[in-house]
């Protein structure tokens, strides 16, 4: 792989630093996996490099696309949900992961806007992909109820047609309020709405990895820490007495996808590990 100092540079050596005493998952926003656009080969390579330098639990990325016609415009846009956007999709995550070698784990994003032609739900349309490419999914419960406003669905509909054998990590984020409709922007903290699906989240798949992803107006540290307690405490009362979820099943997502199976390594997120 050569030395991280050359391709990684100073950052990737701190990050192998948290790596001696932690495990790591990876998080992309770049993948564009819903584009008409070539997968970009090139970013597939460093990500495959980095996936050796750094051996991490899962690797994850945005069921969405990000730009078209060579341009990225560094959001992330929704999807129609027909059939053709399945097909299409699941095409290129299942090359993703012949590629690097290993499942990937795809993440629902809010939305603002949908598409007049869409055939199902955004669920059913999320599950059918993950069946046919065999991927993971990395349910953030915020994006969830954002959507849920904007879009005027029940937010338990959708929690209750997410298959918990798939459910890798569960993400949480504060969210503006603009009365009728939502905006994901990652600078609050959680409101009580989302603490409550996520409560629910708890009761139907259990003690699942959690993020609390904040990304402006960072408070002190022991805010957050407030904020991260808070967390265990609804997973504590909230997950069924069991000795192991079923979203945990045990997958080594360092091996082929959809090939083996094998022991899941334990984990410890910079969040919540139940």
């Not at 969405?64 to 999807?79: A, F, K, Q, S």
Request: proline residues 5%; charged residues 30%; contains cysteine.
């Amino acid at each position: 792989m050569g030395s991280p100092r050359h391709f990684g540079g100073r950052s990737l050596e701190r990050l192998l630093q948290v790596r001696k005493d932690f495990p790591i998952t990876l998080h992309g926003v770049s993948l564009s996996i819903g584009s008409t656009d070539r997968l970009d080969q090139n970013y597939l390579n460093r990500l495959k490099r980095l996936i050796g330098i750094v051996d991490p639990l899962w690797v994850s990325d945005h069921l969405c696309w990000t730009g078209v016609g060579g341009e990225n415009i560094h959001d992330l846009l929704p999807l129609p949900y027909t059939r053709e956007a399945i097909r299409h999709v699941t095409d290129r995550i299942c090359r993703v992961q012949d590629f690097l070698g290993r499942r990937l784990t795809i993440e629902n994003v809010s939305s603002y806007v949908a598409f007049s032609h869409s055939r199902m739900t955004e669920w059913e349309f999320l599950n059918e992909i993950c069946e046919r490419a065999d991927c993971d999914i990395l349910l953030d419960v915020n994006n969830i109820f954002v959507s849920a406003v904007n879009h005027g669905f029940d937010p338990m509909e959708y929690l209750r047609a997410i298959p918990g054998k798939r459910v890798r990590q569960f993400h949480l984020a504060g969210h503006a309020n603009k009365g009728h409709y939502r905006i994901d922007t990652h600078d609050r903290d959680v409101c009580e709405d989302v603490w409550r699906l996520y409560a629910e989240a708890v009761k139907l798949y259990g003690a699942v990895p959690v993020i609390l992803e904040r990304d402006g107006n960072i408070p002190p540290l022991k805010d957050l820490i407030q904020e991260l307690n808070y967390a265990r405490r609804i997973e504590k009362r909230s997950r069924p007495q069991i000795e192991r979820s079923p979203a945990l099943d045990e997958v080594d997502h360092r091996r082929s996808p959809r090939r083996e199976k094998g022991p899941r390594r334990p984990t410890r997120e910079t969040g919540l590990q139940g």
